[in-house]
């Protein structure tokens, strides 16, 4: 019930998505993650062991509000992952950064 001055909060708006039947699915690995003023930059990536290359298989550019509200739903989901199958481990000794000289000097599809 709303108090005398409040505005009701809207009804919920229902949202058909669409899937294309050609969709292909990517498995990756791997993301490098770049921003500017206005949008952050996710590329998704296959890194594979013994090979010096990454091939980014898809980009995502968004804005900085809309990747605020992917970390908050991807949390969520992965804590409801947690809550049904047990803790997601993270290893000891995890680095974030690519092997030495992976990209250095090159941006994603040179």
């Not at 009804?11 to 498995?27: H, T, W």
């Not at 000891?92 to 092997?99: L, N, R, T």
Request: proline letters at 12%; glycine letters at 6%.
């Amino acid at each position: 019930m709303t108090q005398p001055g409040q505005v009701p909060a809207p009804a919920p708006q229902q949202i058909n998505i669409e899937l294309p039947a050609d969709l292909e699915a990517v498995y990756s690995n791997f993301a490098i993650i770049n921003h500017s003023p206005s949008e952050i930059v996710i590329d998704f990536a296959r890194l594979l062991p013994n090979v010096p290359k990454a091939r980014v298989y898809g980009r995502v550019i968004m804005t900085p509000l809309n990747a605020k509200l992917l970390l908050a739903a991807l949390q969520d989901n992965l804590s409801k992952f947690e809550e049904r199958f047990g803790e997601i481990r993270m290893p000891d000794d995890i680095s974030f950064q690519a092997p030495p000289g992976l990209f250095e000097g090159r941006k994603p599809g040179d």
